[in-house]
């Protein structure tokens, strides 16, 4: 079944805009959620990572933003940069039960920023 | 300090043959878990193991098997390779079950 559902699948931005991605989940059995990114031909990267106590977590440019009860989760990208240009993965890792510590991994988001 | 390093860096098989994939996790890292990548997809978690014992397992058939070594390396086998195995084959480890995961650059398996 589909735990997590991410969107857009693409995303198109020109250079110093702010880039939205966003994913939503099915059921509450998950304590960790990390962001990664993933360049062609390489292994995905983590970004950022938020634990369901926390509401928002910002890095540099990167944020999360977190929605527990509407079970929903973004991820925000200030002032994007060419360089930013990559796939981006939501994930959620399993709290317990028979898949405990497994990662969930969205669909993906294709980002293109333009210069 | 390396990171996870995986080998090789690409494969081609044919239907039916056996394939071995090997990973080396971070230093400090004793918990290694594999994913398979289809082109244009997320990863699909296929087992983990600690202490040299497969822990979790995702919705993958009995060919697809494993093994972690004392150095806590491991090998991910997968027997009877169908032209649906072609993927992206990552290794990712971790200092613990419940830690953040880092990946490898990842294998890539054609299959013809």
């Known amino acids: 079944q589909q735990q997590v559902k991410q969107s857009p699948q693409s995303l198109i931005v020109q250079k110093g805009g702010i880039s939205i991605i966003n994913c939503a989940y099915e059921n509450t059995a998950f304590d960790y959620f990390p962001w990664y990114q993933q360049f062609p031909g390489k292994g995905p990267a983590l970004l950022i990572a938020i634990r369901p106590d926390v509401s928002e977590k910002k890095e540099g440019r990167f944020t999360i933003s977190f929605n527990k009860s509407a079970k929903q989760f973004s991820l925000h990208i200030m002032d994007s940069q060419p360089g930013d240009s990559a796939t981006y993965f939501c994930?959620?890792?399993?709290?317990?039960?028979?898949?405990?510590?497994?990662?969930?991994f969205g669909q993906g988001t294709i980002l293109t920023v333009h210069p | 300090d390396a990171g996870v390093t995986q080998s090789p860096t690409h494969l081609i098989k044919t239907r039916g043959q056996q394939v071995t994939l090997r990973c080396s996790p971070k230093?400090?890292?004793?918990?290694v878990s594999w994913y398979q990548q289809a082109l244009g997809q997320g990863p699909q978690f296929i087992f983990q193991y600690y202490e040299e014992e497969e822990r979790q397992r995702g919705n993958f058939p009995d060919r697809f098997s494993g093994h972690q070594f004392p150095n806590y390396s491991s090998e991910l086998n997968v027997n009877a390779l169908l032209l649906g195995d072609s993927a992206l084959y990552l290794c990712?480890?971790?200092?613990?079950?419940?830690?953040?995961?880092?990946f490898g650059p990842g294998t890539r398996l054609l299959v013809l």
């Open positions: 990712a480890s971790s200092p613990a079950i419940l830690e953040t995961q880092y």
């Open positions: 994930a959620l890792r399993n709290a317990g039960g028979t898949s405990y510590g497994k990662l969930t």
């Open positions: 230093s400090g890292h004793d918990t």
